[in-house]
């Protein structure tokens, strides 16, 4: 193991050029001579947690449902509006 330590510049740009730029770690870490194993420890570092996304995505899921139940609950009155209506017009005589 090795006890190189590397500055935090280094780091910053080594996985900028993976996330950003799209170069593997593979590659990176053989240019750069760093061990794939500590570039992807990096990258995970600075990646967002994975909690946030969910928590997001859950959020952006319940406004959607409750946009879609007002959406339903005005498209069933307007149902039964209209088919008030049509029964009221059938019982009519011509």
């Not at 280094?10 to 870490?29: L, W």
């Not at 899921?61 to 069933?76: D, F, G, P, W």
Request: glycine share 2%.
């Amino acid at each position: 193991m090795s006890n190189q330590r590397y500055t935090p510049e280094f780091k910053d740009e080594a996985v900028r050029q993976v996330t950003e730029r799209g170069y593997s770690v593979a590659e990176v870490s053989n240019r750069l001579g760093v061990s794939a194993h500590s570039l992807y420890k990096w990258v995970s570092a600075v990646a967002p947690d994975k909690s946030d996304v969910q928590e997001q995505e859950l959020l952006e899921a319940k406004r959607e449902i409750l946009k879609l139940k007002s959406q339903l609950r005005r498209t069933e009155e307007e149902r039964d509006i209209l088919k008030k209506a049509a029964r009221y017009f059938a019982s009519q005589p011509e």
